[in-house]
């Protein structure tokens, strides 16, 4: 497994500055941009699994920006980072952005980097729960073609006590069509 990715969006460079300095130590790789474009086009380039953006940008809010990456890749997680809280701006960010969490500037140190570690922990027990989806559905698949070729080799009969019948007529009908 890579390093996990975090994209940092934010218009002011000194906060850019500061959360780089915040991971320097952890395990990730990191991606920052000035501004929404910026952060687009690191997107089309670099595979990204959290993306952290401030609200209030000049010419593409946080907002528009996290509903652009959720056509780009739906399954990046997404984190409001922002000075300006208001009631309204937080429904519209988890309305159209699908936002994973809203945090607040000046932030903590440690809850940023628990919230962090946390999202990456759900954004890959959801992507290994939707692998393991896939593996399921194909053996579901397989099962119902040797079902159809093969009828009831997909069932199991048991007696009351639980113990596992074999109809030995049938198993030796089989063997004489098969000329064994």
Not at 8 to 15: K, Q, R, S, Y
Not at 120 to 132: M, V
Not at 140 to 166: A, F, H, Y
Request: net charge negative; hydrophobic share 35%.
């Amino acid at each position: 497994m890579t390093n996990p990715s975090i994209l940092i969006v934010d218009d002011e460079e000194n906060i850019l500055h500061a959360l780089k300095r915040l991971f320097r130590r952890e395990n990730y790789q990191i991606f920052t941009a000035t501004s929404a474009e910026e952060g687009l086009k690191i997107m089309d380039q670099q595979d990204v699994d959290l993306i952290i953006s401030d609200l209030k940008m000049p010419i593409t809010t946080g907002v528009e920006f996290f509903a652009q990456t959720k056509q780009k890749k739906p399954e990046a997680l997404r984190i409001m980072l922002t000075g300006h809280a208001d009631l309204k701006s937080v429904i519209e960010a988890i309305d159209k952005g699908e936002i994973y969490r809203f945090l607040l500037k000046p932030w903590d140190d440690d809850d940023l980097k628990l919230t962090i570690k946390q999202a990456l922990e759900f954004y890959y027990l959801q992507k290994e729960n939707k692998t393991l989806a896939q593996t399921v559905n194909k053996q579901n698949t397989i099962l119902k073609q040797l079902e159809s070729e093969c009828p009831g080799i997909t069932s199991v009969k048991r007696d009351p006590d639980g113990s596992v019948i074999l109809d030995e007529g049938e198993i030796i009908q089989k063997h004489d069509k098969l000329g064994r």
